[in-house]
């Protein structure tokens, strides 16, 4: 092979010391590694979270406390353990996921070249030692390893992973002097780019730009730039934090004055003269004040809920794991959350609402006649189009297995209207000049010298000049049909056209409502100028007819759009077809119906934005439905200004022309087929390219909001009943009842272990019901406020009511007397019991408790194991705990009275909170209340 390949192709090629020069001068091949930080960094990171911050302080705090004999070392063991534990479990998922797509990407990398060097010999190099200069021999199946121009033969490139568009563009020999006006050019149809594929054809490449340099590299370059923004759920955690910090120091504060009060005032019983001996006994008096400082160090230590960096890495990652399964990857941890808080989502219209798999459904002839497949048309018309779409075509046709490669998608479909027979012949046809298709010209035209036998054969179906030359010509109808004069009728004739125009304008306007792409297909007897010229097509056409070709919705898109209306997520297509298409898949998938088709700024066009200024844009992007002949360049746009009016937004994207738009965007979701850069971009990544998938993430995403906000009611409201305790004790004759190594056990139930129980909690669908949270909208809802506060106040009375009626503590009376160590077990099992059982309460908004609870196994498991621990530490605690071994009736007597906050949280469910809501709802002109 090499040695017809080199009799094919003569190029000396580089010589080693040239190659060492030119690396040298230009540098290296190899795109700089993405950024990614190192285990340790990452952990460090992690370390300046907010809460995590202040639980810092708190151990600090404790620490030195612990060193002065003011409290226990176990208190400072336990809050470090938490720390460690929370951080630990952040880091190592995130770290684990992203290396293992670095690894992905370490693979995918790991490609060859096969270059000219040192005498025309032909060497097989990795594509990272490409330098400028090299000759590369380009081959179907290759990834072209570098920027520059092709020297010698022809290639179809399909450049999907730099336009995100899947059409192959051909490109063909350089003149010898050429210098292309534009190097990032990629429709010029000499300059080839790195991280393209060759899909047919054989050629050469030289080199001209390498590594960063390449537009591929610069590209992945712009990646390396870090976002500052904060996603929604840090925004609220930072509030949250602030929020702690501040009612810790003023419960602190309250709790330490109420203990003053209690030691000056209430002690001396109200006199003066007792007032003042306490006073001037010094060191009492001191020693009380450090008491009151040290008990509101411990109230602001117990208050850090130090369970709750740990509970969001946790919920973070066993999505994450969930996820992985319904064919979505998740990047970034916070990518999974923040699509929970998505009010805005950019959708890409082509291979992700539809299958991106373009079918032939319709021809109409400049007759305005309708056919549905090629056997239908008479046989002259048949020969004429079966002419100009075979040869039009970019995509190359095998002649034995009939196989369709390369090509743009809709030529690829305008080739499957042919029958096999007809798209496997093979005409004497010698191309002379090309117009490739692109976007801004919308049209494509191939110039063509017939040989004998297709002269012979052609020359009855349509015009051809003195030289047998014909000129085709395709591309979007308002483009082509204005410029046509004549139409080919049934028996090859050509006829004026103006007298049938209207009524085919009718049938494509018509074609396009119904969703159906339509593309124009004619002849021309004049010559086409170069494609750098080439601004219009060329004139005086003969139409051929308009192919109709449609791109199928996904059978899952419809639903999958009505989940994100549902869920209060306003969806907006974005794609490169016409207008009149885009709303028909519109309507099709349920975007537009009659009451909002004809509404002003429910569908623009690229023309459109380009007219209206930013402020413009923002104030229509609450009504916007469809972006029609959408650009790259809109989608970022339209990613700021959704921004700018406090959206949190989604967009999808496949190619390297969305980066910036996945990047600025909350949480950007890249196709699987797409980009390695667009997926570096992307913090969430949809691997099977389907719009549905991008709800599950919600889905997901709201679950870790309100498995998050279940662990801060519980956690809150434990917090707020122990500070009413300590805050009324010394009012009400009591100190608080549990020790500091009970106050541990404590704090690991209702932190560490809490966090277990409510990281598993299921995604419900009736999740997808609410609206989403808005980005700086408070962790904590009215819903929230009226569990916590309500329940606190209920647990802190039961408890005070246990522990200052003299009837309670009757009953754990042994042998006719008051067991001062039988009552304090008593009441350190009802504490745990009553905070447990009110975690029911917590997992539901509903009244029956036991919803949804087996799909929780995590919540059953731990609340399980809470309860039979606590019942083993009354009997084997011993002096340690300080418990002693309860008895049947006595444990009874503790199950009923902790039982009771279940049907007092039934109450507020039924009665309180409907009321509230319904007051807020008035007040907020809201129509859907918001569950917490």
């Not at 690894?103 to 040192?118: D, I, M, P, T």
């Not at 563009?169 to 300059?191: A, F, I, M, S, V």
């Not at 009524?503 to 494509?508: A, H, M, V």
């Not at 919705?553 to 639903?559: L, N």
Request: hydrophobic content about 45%.
């Amino acid at each position: 092979n090499a040695s017809l390949i080199m009799g094919r192709y003569h190029f000396e090629g580089l010589s080693d010391s040239e190659v060492f020069a030119a690396r040298n001068l230009h540098g290296s091949n190899a795109l700089p590694p993405p950024t990614v930080e190192t285990f340790w960094e990452k952990l460090l990171d992690n370390f300046k979270d907010p809460l995590i911050k202040i639980l810092g302080i708190a151990l600090g705090i404790t620490v030195v406390l612990a060193i002065f004999g003011y409290a226990s070392w176990i208190e400072g063991i336990g809050i470090a353990a938490a720390v460690v534990l929370a951080t630990f479990v952040a880091t190592y998922s995130e770290h684990k996921n992203e290396e293992s797509f670095q690894e992905l990407q370490r693979e995918a990398s790991r490609k060859h070249a096969n270059v000219f060097r040192n005498g025309g010999h032909i060497f097989e190099i990795a594509a990272n030692d490409v330098v400028v200069g090299d000759f590369v021999l380009l081959q179907p199946g290759d990834i072209i390893p570098a920027d520059g121009v092709l020297v010698a033969g022809s290639i179809l490139s399909n450049q999907v992973t730099l336009t995100g568009e899947r059409n192959g563009k051909q490109k063909n020999t350089c003149p010898g002097d050429y210098e292309p006006t534009d190097k990032n050019d990629t429709n010029d149809k000499y300059l080839i780019f790195r991280g393209a594929e060759v899909v047919d054809g054989e050629g050469v490449l030289l080199v001209k730009r390498v590594g960063s340099s390449t537009l591929y590299g610069s590209v992945a370059d712009a990646l390396q730039e870090s976002s500052d923004r904060e996603s929604p759920l840090q925004i609220k955690l930072g509030s949250l934090a602030e929020t702690i910090s501040r009612l810790g120091y003023i419960g602190a504060t309250c709790i330490a004055v109420s203990f003053m009060f209690k030691q000056i005032i209430l002690d001396n019983h109200w006199s003066w003269r007792e007032i003042s001996t306490y006073m001037s006994d010094g060191g009492a008096f001191l020693h009380d004040i450090v008491k009151a400082v040290i008990l509101a160090i411990i109230v602001i230590v117990v208050a850090v809920p130090e369970g709750l960096p740990m509970m969001i890495a946790i919920v973070l990652s066993l999505n994450m794991r969930r996820l992985l399964k319904d064919k979505v990857l998740v990047r970034k941890l916070l990518g999974i959350e923040t699509a929970g808080s998505m009010s805005i989502l950019f959708a890409d219209k082509t291979g992700t609402m539809t299958k991106g798999q373009f079918d032939p459904c319709l021809y109409l002839s400049g007759s305005a006649l309708s056919y549905r497949a090629m056997r239908e048309l008479p046989a002259p018309l048949a020969e004429a189009l079966a002419f100009a779409i075979r040869e039009s075509s970019e995509s190359i046709i095998d002649p034995k297995s009939g196989d369709i490669v390369g090509g743009n998608a809709s030529d690829q479909a305008m080739l499957r209207f042919l029958p096999r027979d007809v798209l496997l012949t093979q005409l004497d046809v010698e191309d002379e000049k090309h117009i490739m298709f692109n976007a801004t010209r919308k049209f494509s035209a191939v110039q063509m010298r017939l040989g004998p036998r297709a002269t012979k054969l052609l020359s009855s179906l349509m015009r051809l000049d003195a030289d047998s030359r014909v000129t085709l010509v395709k591309g979007a109808p308002e483009i082509i049909l204005p410029l046509c004069n004549t139409y080919y009728d049934s028996n090859g004739s050509a006829e004026p056209l103006s007298s049938n125009m209207d009524s085919l304008q009718k049938e494509i306007d018509l074609a396009s409502r119904r969703g159906i792409r339509v593309i124009a297909i004619a002849t021309t007897l004049d010559h086409i100028v170069s494609e750098q010229e080439a601004e219009e097509p060329p004139r005086d056409l003969t139409l051929i007819g308009v192919i109709g070709i449609r791109d199928e919705v996904r059978p899952s898109t419809t639903r999958a759009v009505e989940e994100a209306r549902r869920a209060g997520i306003q969806t907006v297509m974005i794609t490169g077809d016409k207008k009149e298409t885009a709303v028909a898949v519109a309507v099709e998938v349920g975007l537009l119906d009659q009451r909002n088709l004809n509404e002003p700024g429910a569908v623009l066009t690229t023309n459109d934005l380009k007219r209206m200024s930013d402020a413009e844009v923002q104030d229509i992007i609450p009504k916007l439905k469809v972006v029609a002949r959408a650009l790259p360049t809109d989608k970022a746009r339209l990613v700021n200004c959704a921004q700018a009016i406090g959206a949190v937004v989604g967009m999808t994207g496949d190619g390297v022309n969305d980066t910036v738009a996945l990047r600025r965007a909350d949480v950007g979701f890249a196709m699987g087929s797409g980009a390695d850069v667009a997926k570096e971009a992307a913090d969430i990544i949809v691997l099977d390219d389907n719009f549905a998938s991008t709800t599950k993430a919600v889905l997901y995403g709201r679950t870790i909001f309100k498995s998050i906000r279940k662990f801060i009611v519980h956690q809150s409201t434990i917090n707020l009943s122990s500070m009413i305790i300590v805050f009324l004790g010394p009012f009400l004759g009591f100190d608080f009842p549990l020790t500091l190594i009970q106050l541990l056990w404590v704090n690991l139930v209702m932190d560490t272990l809490a966090a277990l129980a409510f990281g598993g909690e299921p995604p419900l669908m009736r999740y997808m019901d609410e609206r989403p949270i808005e980005r700086r909208a408070p962790i904590i809802s009215p819903y929230m406020w009226t569990a916590i506060v309500a329940n606190g106040f209920f647990i802190a009375l039961m408890s005070i009511f246990f522990l200052t009626n003299d009837s309670v503590e009757n009953l754990f009376s042994r042998n006719g007397h008051r067991d001062h160590d039988v009552f304090l077990t008593a009441f350190f099992c009802f504490f745990i019991f009553i905070t447990n059982i009110n975690a029911f309460n917590v997992r539901t908004h509903k009244t029956n408790l036991l919803e949804n609870l087996w799909d929780n196994k995590n919540f059953v498991v731990v609340e399980s194991s809470i309860f039979i621990v606590q019942i083993v530490f009354t009997y084997l605690g011993g002096s340690w705990l300080r418990t002693v071994g309860l008895q049947f009736h006595e444990w009874i007597i503790i199950i009923f009275l902790a039982l009771l906050v279940v049907p007092f949280d039934l109450f507020r469910k039924t009665f309180i909170v409907p009321r509230i809501e319904r007051r807020l709802r008035v007040f907020l002109g809201l129509n859907r209340p918001r569950r917490g």
